[in-house]
């Protein structure tokens, strides 16, 4: 499995980015997908995820409310529409996926570094005072 992820750059506070994350994965299979975001000095922490069938869909307290994530199976791709963007959102954010034979998203489980077992290289988002 191999996650690209594009879409990220500069921004002034209150602006908006989205975030594409492709999988290039085995034929036939699709991913529960997810978000991850670390900003420098600091631990990496989940941000929102999206099951397999795009009808599951999961938050950080964060970001709820100015984040949604979507899907487009067809490209194999999910998307994080990012509103309202504060300064504190600025970070590398990496796309994740679990094996495709791994557990269900649940609420418990979906923002745990270990659920998961392939990472995007990152894209950077900066957002400007």
């Known amino acids: 499995v191999q996650l690209v992820e594009s879409g990220g750059g500069l921004v002034q506070a209150g602006g908006s980015l989205k975030l594409s994350c492709t999988a290039t994965?085995?034929?036939?299979?699709?991913?529960?997908m997810a978000w991850f975001r670390q900003a420098p000095g600091k631990v990496r922490h989940f941000v929102a995820a999206?099951?397999?069938?795009?009808?599951?869909?999961f938050y950080a307290d964060s970001v709820k409310g100015r984040f949604a994530v979507s899907r487009d199976n067809y490209k194999n791709t999910i998307y994080l529409q990012m509103n309202s963007l504060e300064p504190e959102d600025t970070a590398v954010y990496y796309c994740?996926?679990?094996?495709?034979?791994?557990?269900?998203?649940?609420?418990?489980?979906?923002?745990?570094?270990?659920?998961?077992?392939?990472w995007g290289q990152g894209t950077q988002v900066t957002v400007s005072s």
């Open positions: 994740t996926a679990p094996h495709p034979d791994g557990p269900a998203f649940t609420s418990y489980n979906v923002g745990s570094l270990n659920l998961y077992d392939y």
């Open positions: 994965a085995r034929a036939g299979a699709i991913l529960s």
């Open positions: 999206i099951g397999w069938n795009g009808g599951d869909t």
